[in-house]
């Protein structure tokens, strides 16, 4: 298996709580590493761009209001399959349908403020890593 990048952001809802670190540990504890992490206040600007592929949908707006209501942690994560593999660790979108020892089962409070955001596919991994790292904030 191929060692990959994935983009990962711990969430407004997981950084009031102060367990990011608590995030982190599942991460790795999944084989993920961390290469690139920063702890940001995302503007609304960046929200809006980030998430401009759900704009049409009703949740839009309530979704960019949470996401810039408190500091995230926009990380990069390495491992074997790494966009399977921390998918796997985040668990279902709602909570309640995500599988013991996930991260969201574990840790999150509801389908809206579900803990962690991933890349969804290798491709999608690649242009949310450039919307917020430099490939010099990338170090491995």
């Given at each position: 298996m191929a060692v990959t990048r994935t983009f990962s952001i711990i969430?407004?809802?997981a950084t009031r709580r102060n367990i990011t670190g608590a995030v982190?540990?599942?991460l790795e504890e999944a084989g993920l590493r961390v290469i690139?992490?920063?702890?940001?206040r995302m503007?609304?600007?960046q929200a809006e761009g980030f998430y401009a592929v759900h704009a049409e949908r009703p949740f839009f707006a309530d979704l960019c209001t949470f996401m810039t209501s408190g500091p995230v942690v926009v990380q990069v994560l390495e491992g074997e399959d790494a966009?399977?593999?921390n998918r796997d660790v985040m668990g279902a979108t709602n909570p309640k349908d995500?599988?013991?020892?996930?991260i969201r089962k574990a840790l999150a409070e509801s389908i809206e403020a579900n803990t962690v955001h991933?890349?969804?596919s290798d491709e999608n991994a690649a242009t949310e890593i450039e919307?917020?790292?430099?490939p010099q904030e990338i170090v491995g």
């Open positions: 969430k407004p809802d982190t540990k599942m690139a992490s920063k702890r940001i503007s609304r600007e966009v399977k593999r995500a599988a013991e020892g996930t991933g890349s969804d919307f917020f790292f430099t």
